[in-house]
């Protein structure tokens, strides 16, 4: 990646071509998967642990899922772009060619 989230038009060490593979919303919805999968059991375990006031429990709920989509999404992106690439996919759902990568 260059950024946050910009693909990197090749690898700076091997110089394989990675700018035209295309996650498109891919790594948003995993992300998303993840991140909820690990907030919503920590906010319903508070809810029934120490039953704390609704808009202190959403304040900090929606400031730790916010952080968690920050920081996984460029690593969600990064892994499934890895996967594209092992898998020799175009990013056009067409199996690309099995002796592109030699
Ligand atoms: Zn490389």
């Known amino acids: 990646m260059e950024g946050y989230l910009r693909v990197r038009a090749s690898c700076p060490h091997c110089a394989e071509p ?17 991140s909820g999968h690990v907030v919503v059991p920590l906010v319903l375990m508070a809810e029934q642990r120490w039953h704390p006031p ?8 929606v400031a730790g899922m916010s952080l968690l989509i920050w920081r996984l999404l460029p690593r969600v992106k990064g892994a499934m772009l890895g996967l594209i690439w092992a898998l020799r996919l175009k990013g056009d759902e067409i199996q690309g060619d099995i002796n592109r990568h030699g």
Do not use: Q
């Not at 609704?54 to 709920?61: A, D, G, W």
């Open 54 to 61: 609704m808009v202190p429990l959403m304040v900090v709920s």
């Open 18 to 34: 990675l700018g035209h593979i295309r996650a498109d919303d891919g790594p948003a919805y995993f992300t998303m998967l993840i």
